[in-house]
T-cell receptor, first 112, second 116 residues
Framework: TQLLEQSPQFLSIQEGENLTVYCNSS?????LQWYRQEPGEGPVLLVT?????EVKKLKRLTFQFGDARKDSSLHITAAQPGDTGLYLC????????????FGKGTLLTVNP | GAVVSQHPSRVICKSGTSVKIECRSL??????MFWYRQFPKQSLMLMAT?????????EQGVEKDKFLINHASLTLSTLTVTSAHPEDSSFYIC????????????FGPGTRLLVL
């Protein structure tokens, strides 16, 4: 069974601060997705990383996939209140197993 | 692209009744859809994997006779909660995979179920 440890679980910061969310596993994933979810809505895909060491940027968000494809991080620069939400990482096992293993999520609150 | 819809968005029902939730991929064909359950401020729990034209694969601990899944076409999967009880109240979310990026799932907006 693949497990994905996500930290921190809760994060409350002031507008303008930077933050990093981590997802770690002892298992290798063929790809890893990051989602953002707002209350009462479904998760929205932010990015998919596939290659070990890959770095992707989405405006103020920077995603990194570890060299060994066992871990990933999400860094937000100059957080804004609109970044508030539940951030979820999810790893795919590869092969014929298309199920995703989800982290427990990071509930981010950015205070104005 | 890759839009997934769910209907209804919210449903309130009496204990003992059955509720059907629809999940549709609007602009792509999805051979595989997934059904999740989510409790407040928690992550998603996979309930079952739904493949078009075949029986769903349920996760351990999920009662297949209680949560009936039908994937009759490449754009529609349904989840029926049979004989619902208050403990079934939750946020149910479906997702679908596109043919190309098979490991990426696109999620529906979710259905809030409240059983009285």
């Amino acid at each position: 069974t693949q497990l994905l440890e996500q930290s921190p679980q809760f994060l409350s910061i002031q507008e303008g601060e930077n933050l990093t969310v981590y997802c770690n596993s002892s298992s290798v994933f063929s790809s890893l997705q990051w989602y953002r979810q707002e209350p009462g809505e479904g998760p929205v895909l932010l990015v998919t990383v596939v290659t070990g060491g890959e770095v992707k940027k989405l405006k103020r968000l920077t995603f990194q996939f570890g060299d060994a494809r066992k871990d990933s991080s999400l860094h937000i620069t100059a957080a804004q209140p609109g970044d508030t939400g539940l951030y979820l990482c999810a790893g795919a096992g590869g092969g014929s197993n298309y199920k995703l293993t989800f982290g427990k999520g990071t509930l981010l609150t950015v205070n104005p | 692209g890759a839009v997934v819809s769910q209907h209804p968005s919210r449903v309130i029902c009496k204990s003992g009744t059955s509720v059907k939730i629809e999940c549709r991929s609007l602009d792509f064909q999805a051979t595989t859809m997934f059904w999740y359950r989510q409790f407040p401020k928690q992550s998603l729990m996979l309930m079952a994997t739904s493949n078009e034209g075949s029986k769903a694969t349920y996760e351990q601990g999920v009662e297949k006779d209680k949560f009936l899944i039908n994937h009759a076409s490449l754009t529609l999967s349904t989840l029926t909660v049979t004989s619902a009880h208050p403990e079934d109240s939750s946020f149910y979310i479906c997702s679908a995979q596109t043919g190309g990026a098979k490991e990426t799932q696109y999620f529906g907006p979710g259905t809030r179920l409240l059983v009285l």
